[in-house]
């Protein structure tokens, strides 16, 4: 059985950095497109960052030059470090991995919580 799990989250003050960890196992993982999404309180949830297996990385505009999406594969984990964070980047983080071939399968992790606050 496929599991992700999700740590890092937190309270941080704005201007702050934080570094979020997603462990998946139960797969291969090296065979997974990763990526982290957010869904903040009463919004969608809406797509961050994203690195392929093949190392490609892609950002969503408002955190492009703030956040840093990489992984290892040896410890099978995702990071997402951000830095200069904003009251505005406040939500639940959930990390994805999609199959870079058969693109239907796709797994979640349950969350991890980020608030950015005074």
């Known amino acids: 059985q496929v599991h992700l799990v999700e740590s890092g989250g937190g309270l941080v003050q704005p201007g702050g950095s934080l570094r979020l960890s997603c462990l998946v196992s139960?797969?291969?993982?090296?065979?997974?497109?990763m990526g982290w999404y957010r869904q903040a309180p009463g919004k969608q949830r809406e797509w961050v960052a994203g690195?392929?297996?093949?190392?490609?990385?892609n950002y969503e505009d408002s955190v492009k030059g703030r956040f840093a999406i990489s992984k290892d594969n040896a410890k099978n984990t995702v990071y997402l470090q951000m830095n200069s964070l904003e009251p505005e980047d406040t939500a639940v983080y959930y990390c994805n991995a999609q199959h870079s071939t058969w693109s239907r399968i796709k797994y979640w992790g349950q969350g991890t919580q980020v608030t950015v606050s005074q």
């Open positions: 139960g797969t291969i993982f090296s065979f997974y497109d």
């Open positions: 690195l392929t297996i093949s190392g490609t990385t």
